[in-house]
């Protein structure tokens, strides 16, 4: 009973698709059933009898094949909006049996494995794309095979039983042109507070070349503030034109902070997001779900 | 073939194309027997092309004109229409022509879809022009090759992983295939050879006369003559006489039949008083002559045949190709009385002056008044006084007098000179006497109901015509007081290889039992598969319905099959152990993943077994399992012993968990 069941199981989970080589396996059938049937040739019977439960067989075996295998997201990039990003996923076999001739599609792209061994799996790469912000299920992944014989394709879908944060597209003005246009706001490399000695491990960006000039000597520029100690106020409203090119803009803004190590803060309209007390992933994925 | 044990160990298939010649050449295996020469020598020519690197369009022009040649070549002799309304004829053109298309599209190295399906067509038409067992053993193994091939090519594994995974796909299929050919309805009752006429001349040793002359030289041959297989018990040994021919007319040099215009005159044999009835299936080989052997005498025979008053069967036509044929005959009977003063007139027919110690010998016999079956008693009596030997290799007799000659002087010979003076002498006697030649087969020649029948049983026995008895079989040769084992062994023949007393050898005897179920085999291979038809089918069905026992049977039988099937596909489906550790511990993880616990590629043992801990709090050996685990995975060497203690433990664990489920 317990067999009936699992096979009803099989059976229900893995599909399967006829090709043209079915329709030459049926061609053939018709044929020996018509050569044999005319003239009692028990060969031909045979024969006939035997391709018939070849391809019987191999729809239970090509089901066994698929049925045994199961996928989940290995590692993904931050993803974001109308941005390609690439996802590891590992396909898994969790029986003695070996699976052979894979092939995984996700989202239009196919990869092949040639088998997985019992009780292991292979990893594969797909680029994944979203067109909107916000939390996604990923699509299933598309597990199929021509194994044993070739007159069907078998096909399941695993789950990968993730929910995605899709962030928003990182689009609009650089956060270096931000600053250019907006001077108040950081000030430039000659708003110094004055100047003093130059000393051995001095930037020789700060040597104040107008003193040099005029023979008094080496001199470096003092700044109340460096660059590392500055936080970022960026504020979402004003920021851009609508929320959608707010968010993006912020977007590109948190990225860009964060790969120069930047503290910031982003005023959004009801809270305040602030770099030193949340992640760039949590600050992003409220941006995402804004 | 010292490449043969490292096939399995290819480590992937060969390109597409490698494996498409393979399947063709299997392909084309039968019709290298139908082909003409110009298309063999074509398909040589074009095979041997196809070793060269490049072929240019050029050269597969010159090819397709060159194969274009050969068919013509090839059916020269069937320029008409009418020719090739022949089924064969037609089918080997499309071979033809199938081929040139093949090997021109093999040469322009393109694989498409007809170059792939042109093996499976190949394999298909071949199905025309065979249908012996040898064929059948080619059809399966033929299968099996494309089906290895296939599941190679898909699975791109070693070949043995393939072997395996075809074996299973075969395994699978074997019980359906059993199923599907009993059960499958049949309607067509004919079976056809597609005009196709045998190629088989042969004759056996039997031919309707009897020498005694130079000619009589025996010369015992092994040939298969015919096959029986009886639907009941056999019959005794001394009941197996198949009746091939009855010889009335003494011409001294030789014993012949009566005239076939006079054998129009009588009546046809009638039985009276047939018991014991047995009937059987002949499986007779072509003998190039009407006779139909059958088991004396014959009460139900053949369509197409007739039986004529000596109760001899013969076919319309000549038997020039394997004819199989039911009868059935009484073992005990009695003839309706001879109604014919011509027969009766030959059976008494003789040369009083020809042998006159012999005539002597039975004058007083003649004269004394005593009815025929005492007279025939006398006369078994005085032959066996005679001390006859039997000799297959006996001096020839004087034909100036051959009974005399063979009785008082000679006094060696075989069957039939034994029944000629046997004959002469009950007609001496004034007892009507004829003499029958057929076969008379032994039962050391038999495996339960089958029988084989070869030249070398070809006899000659007699019968006399004892009044209201009718005609009664009297077996002259069995008559003789020894056998010339010299003579035997001088004609290198073993007629009585099991016979305890002849001298034949262990190895002898098992060679002839060994041939004997060999045949047994084949013949019941032909019998229940080459020609299983709708009669079989119906006799089976109505066998199942009335015989509740033979249906038990026939499902334990199936079930016993799937079973089979199963314990093959499991056995070839179990993987070697790569890995010795694993392999010790894996009975308690498939135990452990049937009780709900299923250890994660990822995960470590020891965490696993740590879960398991957990989960199996009572079970006080897991640690001591790890312990020996990490020491046989992670130790310096493998140490025999630590494995067996791990195995221990793991059987001690599985225990454990199913006395918990308890």
Redesign the interface.
Same mark, same amino acid.
Do not use: C, W
């Given at each position: 009973m317990r067999s009936l069941r699992t096979f009803i199981r099989i059976v229900s989970s893995v599909k399967s698709r006829p090709n043209r080589y079915f329709t030459l396996l049926v061609i053939t059938i018709i044929g020996l059933f018509m050569l044999a049937y005319m003239h009692n040739y028990n060969i031909v019977y045979l024969v006939m009898f035997f391709t018939f439960s070849f391809a019987a067989a191999s729809s239970l075996i090509g089901r066994l094949n698929l049925d045994a295998l199961d996928a989940r997201v290995l590692s993904q990039e931050r993803l974001f909006a109308q941005n390609a990003s690439a996802c590891k996923v590992i396909v898994e076999n969790h029986t003695s049996r070996v699976s052979y001739a894979i092939e995984c599609t996700y989202a239009g792209q196919s990869r092949g494995i040639r088998r997985i061994d019992a009780y292991k799996g292979e990893i594969i790469d797909f680029d994944v794309r979203f067109d909107q912000r916000g939390e996604h299920d990923c699509l299933p992944l598309e597990i199929a095979s021509y194994f044993p014989l070739p007159y069907e394709r078998f096909f399941t879908f695993r789950g990968l039983h993730q929910k995605v944060m899709v962030y928003p597209e990182p689009k609009g003005v650089s956060l270096q042109e931000y600053y250019r246009q907006s001077l108040t706001l950081i000030g430039e490399r000659d708003d110094f507070e004055g100047l003093r000695t130059y000393q051995h491990d001095d930037n020789v960006a700060l040597i104040h070349w107008p003193s040099l000039a005029s023979g008094a000597g080496v001199m470096s520029k003092q700044f109340s503030h460096t660059r590392q100690d500055t936080t970022l106020d960026l504020d979402f409203l004003s920021c851009a034109s609508s929320d959608e090119a707010r968010l993006s803009q912020l977007c590109l803004w948190v990225v860009t902070c964060e790969r120069e190590h930047l503290s910031f803060t982003i005023t959004m309209p009801v809270q305040l997001l602030d770099s030193k007390k949340m992640t760039t992933d949590a600050i992003l994925a409220y941006l995402a779900s804004y | 073939m010292r490449y043969l044990p490292t096939l399995p160990a290819i480590k992937s298939p060969p390109d597409l194309q490698r494996l498409l010649d393979i399947a063709l050449v299997a392909a084309l295996l039968p019709h290298l027997f139908t082909l003409k020469l110009p298309m063999l020598l074509y398909l040589l020519l074009s095979a041997l092309m196809l070793f060269k690197s490049h072929i240019s369009k050029m050269t597969i022009y010159g090819f397709m004109l060159l194969g274009l040649i050969s068919i013509v070549l090839s059916f020269y002799a069937q320029y008409n229409i009418a020719a090739l309304s022949r089924m064969l004829v037609f089918v080997s053109l499309v071979v033809s022509l199938l081929v040139l298309a093949v090997t021109l599209q093999r040469m322009s190295r393109t694989i498409n +879809?007809y170059l792939i +399906?042109s093996p499976?067509l190949l394999f #298909?038409l071949a199905? +025309?022009f065979f249908?012996t067992i040898t /064929?059948?053993f080619y059809?399966?193994s033929t =299968?099996f090759l494309f =089906?290895l091939l296939?599941?190679w090519?898909? /699975?791109?594994?070693p070949l043995d992983?393939a072997l395996k /995974?075809?074996s299973? =796909? !075969?395994a =699978?299929? #074997?019980p359906?295939?059993v199923l599907?050919?009993l059960l !499958?309805p049949? #309607?067509?009752?004919?079976?056809?050879t597609?005009g196709f006429k045998s190629d088989e001349i042969a004759r056996t040793g039997h031919d309707g006369t009897m020498h005694l002359d130079s000619k009589a030289l025996l010369v015992p041959s092994q040939r298969v003559v015919m096959e029986v297989l009886f639907d009941e018990t056999m019959p005794r040994d001394d009941q197996l006489y198949f009746r091939g021919s009855v010889l009335y007319r003494d011409k001294v040099s030789h014993w012949e039949a009566l005239p076939a215009f006079k054998e129009k005159m009588v009546n046809l044999g009638r039985v009276i008083g047939a018991e014991s009835l047995s009937a059987y299936a002949v499986t007779l080989y072509p003998h190039q002559r009407r006779w139909l052997y059958m088991l004396d005498l014959p009460t139900k025979y053949p369509k197409k045949s007739k039986l004529d008053s000596n109760f001899i069967v013969t076919s319309d036509v000549k038997i020039d190709e394997t004819l199989r044929y039911r009868g059935s005959s009484a073992l005990v009977y009695k003839t309706l009385p001879q109604s014919s003063s011509t027969y009766m007139r030959h059976a008494l027919q003789t040369d009083r002056a020809r042998d006159p110690r012999s005539l002597e010998a039975v004058e007083a016999m003649r004269l004394s008044g005593l009815d025929e079956a005492q007279k025939a008693k006398a006369l078994v009596q005085f032959f066996k006084a005679q001390k006859l030997i039997y000799s297959l290799r006996p001096e020839l007799p004087d034909l100036g007098h051959p009974t005399d000659s063979f009785l008082f002087e000679t006094k060696k010979g075989y069957c039939v000179h034994f029944a000629a003076s046997f004959a002469n002498l009950a007609r001496l006697a004034g007892i009507p006497s004829r003499i029958v030649t057929g076969y008379k087969a032994d039962r050391k020649n038999a495996i339960e109901n089958y029988l084989v029948i070869r030249e070398s049983d070809a006899h000659a026995w007699v019968e006399l015509y004892l009044g209201d008895r009718g005609w009664v079989r009297f077996e002259p040769t069995a008559l003789a007081v020894a056998d010339d084992l010299s003579a035997k062994e001088s004609l290198n023949v073993l007629i009585n290889e099991l016979d305890p007393n002849s001298e034949t050898t262990f190895m002898q005897r098992l060679w002839h039992r060994s041939n004997l179920y060999f045949m047994y085999g084949k013949y019941t291979l032909e019998h229940w598969?080459?020609?299983?038809?709708?009669f079989k089918q119906t006799a089976l069905f109505k066998e199942l319905m009335q015989n509740t026992m033979f249906l038990g049977k026939v499902i334990g039988a199936f079930i016993l099959l799937i079973l089979l099937s199963s314990v093959l596909v499991r056995l070839l489906?179990t993987?070697s152990c790569d890995d010795e550790v694993l392999c010790v511990i894996r009975p308690l993880l498939r135990r452990l993943k049937r009780a709900g616990l299923?250890k994660?590629?990822s995960e470590t043992m020891s965490h696993f077994l740590g879960t398991v801990q957990r989960a199996y709090p009572h079970i006080d050996r897991l640690s001591v399992i790890e312990g020996l685990y990490q020491q046989a995975r992670y130790g310096k060497a493998s140490d025999e012993q630590l494995l067996s203690s791990l195995k221990i433990e793991v059987l001690y664990c599985i225990k454990a968990i199913d006395k918990r489920r308890v």
């Open positions: - | +879809f +399906f499976v #298909i199905f +025309f249908n /064929m059948l059809a399966l =299968l =089906l296939l599941v090519h898909q /699975m791109q594994s992983e /995974m075809s299973t =796909l !075969f =699978l299929a #074997i359906v295939v599907l050919f !499958f049949r #309607i067509s009752f004919q079976k056809t597609f598969v080459l020609h299983y038809s709708r489906q993987k299923t994660t590629s």
